[in-house]
Structures are given as structure tokens and as C-alpha cells.
DNA sequence: TGAATGTAACTAGAAAAACTAAGTACAACG
DNA sequence: CGTTGTACTTAGTTTTTCTAGTTACATTCA
């Protein structure tokens, strides 16, 4: 991992909303997705991802359900809300103002 | 403070460094000007930036002296240090990647 | 005069998120 | 039958930021 999870920090939850609401996943397979998206320069750690699992569905942004695979691993599938749905677009809302705001801070230029 | 800290985390040295390359500052003075540039939606804790300083000065980014007022409250002033502008500078390039990459995993687009 | 406000730094302890470092279980492949 | 890949889980730690204070001096103004 190239880049320091500290400046991915607080964009966890955000990440698993976006996926989930492209289809609902699971863990091992969004884990996956955010290595091959970032070709390798990012990756949550496993950890990471099944307690953020944990904290979403806790607050009720995402829900889950057992997967019916006949075979292999089992897989814990997860939803998300209508809540989570609209956690993600002020997410991103806050996130447009982040960039702007920490450009300003860490740039040259300004007094 | 209207946005949240978790998507400021881990850049409040980059921004401590980024003031003090400009002129040595202390503490106090470095917390207004952020809450100045931002208009008031964003501040850092008092307890947050005087915990970076030791941190920083731990590790060598940056050194401390004492101001000579000789009214009004003492400061301590921060420098930078080489070291810390180097880490300056590839706090940047780290910044510049991390925003391609988020926007990459959290916006619309893309499977 | 003395109460409030502003400047300035500091601390102890708690919280949150992410981490390390495991373990479990099943399947496939050579 | 041993290794690799899929998939989830947990215990305990680290790091950063937070809450909630304290101390100290200067100025303002009622």
C-alpha cells in the first residue's frame, strides 16, 4: 500500500455505501474491488472493513443477510438503506467541501 | 465547526507545516488562522494542535523556542525543519493522489 | 476596583477508527 | 495431501483527536 490510510480515514464508510449501492457485496469481494479500482495503491484491511461492517449496520445505514451459496464460503451479504442512501450523498457533499477547504489550507499561496 | 474532523484527519500537520514554512507561528495564532481561512467551518482543537506540535517536534519536522515577549502571555514559536519540508512536500503529492483515488471509489461510474 | 474578555499554553483521560495478528472453515488444484 | 484461494471473525493495540478542564497575564469597562 502506496498511500497512508490516514488521509483514506473517514472515507471508509463512504467507499461501502457507493459500492453497496452499485450492488449489494460482501466483504471479501469489496475488499478485492478497492485493490483492483486503486490498482493496488489502496487497500482496507480486512479489520477494517468487517467493523466498519459492524458500525454501519449498527447505525442503521446498511443491513445484511446470509448469502445461499451451495458451495464454497459462505458469504454475508450486505444492503443498503434508504438512510445509508442519504448518509452517502451528504458524504459526498462534504467531501467536495473537504477538498476545497484543505487545498486552501495546504497550499502555497495566501498569507 | 460545520464539516466533520474525520475528513480533515491526517492533514493537520501537512497544514501546521504548510503555515510555518510561510513564518514561524505558535499555537494560538495558528488556530485563528484556520478558523479565519475557513470562515469558522472548520477549527482545529486546541488540545489536537498542541499534541501534533509535540508530535512533530518528536520526530524532527519541526522546532520550538520560546518568544521574547515581554508582555502579555509567552509563546512558544515553530519551525520547520528541513526534514519537515521535504515531508512538506510529499504530504502534497500523497494529497494529490488521495483525492484522485477517493474520487475514484466513492462517485458515480464505473462497475 | 474587580469582573469579564482576550491572549496563550498545557494536561489527563476518553473516544473512535484503523491497525496487527491471529484463528476458523471449506474448496480446488496439482 | 499440502498449498492456495475464498470468506468471515475476534482480541487487543496504536494513533489521532476529542472533552473538559487548568494556569497565567493583559486589557477594558462598568
Redesign the interface.
Known amino acids: 500500500m502506496s ?2 490510510s ?6 471508509t464508510d ?2 461501502i455505501l ?1 459500492r453497496l449501492m ?1 450492488q449489494d457485496s460482501y466483504g471479501y469481494e469489496i475488499n478485492k474491488y ?1 485493490q483492483e ?2 490498482n493496488g ?2 487497500e482496507l484491511k480486512e479489520a477494517t472493513l468487517y467493523s466498519a461492517f459492524r458500525r454501519l449496520e449498527e447505525i442503521g445505514w446498511i443491513s445484511s443477510y446470509w448469502g445461499d451459496e451451495t458451495t464454497g464460503a459462505r458469504r454475508r451479504y450486505y444492503t443498503v438503506t434508504s438512510t445509508g442512501r442519504k448518509a452517502y450523498e451528504q ?2 457533499k ?2 467536495e ?3 476545497y ?2 487545498d ?5 499561496g ?2
Open positions: 498511500i497512508t490516514d488521509l483514506l480515514r473517514g472515507h463512504t467507499i457507493r452499485h478497492i479500482k486503486t495503491e489502496y458524504n459526498m462534504d467531501w467541501q473537504a477538498k477547504l484543505i486552501a489550507l495546504i497550499k502555497e495566501g498569507e
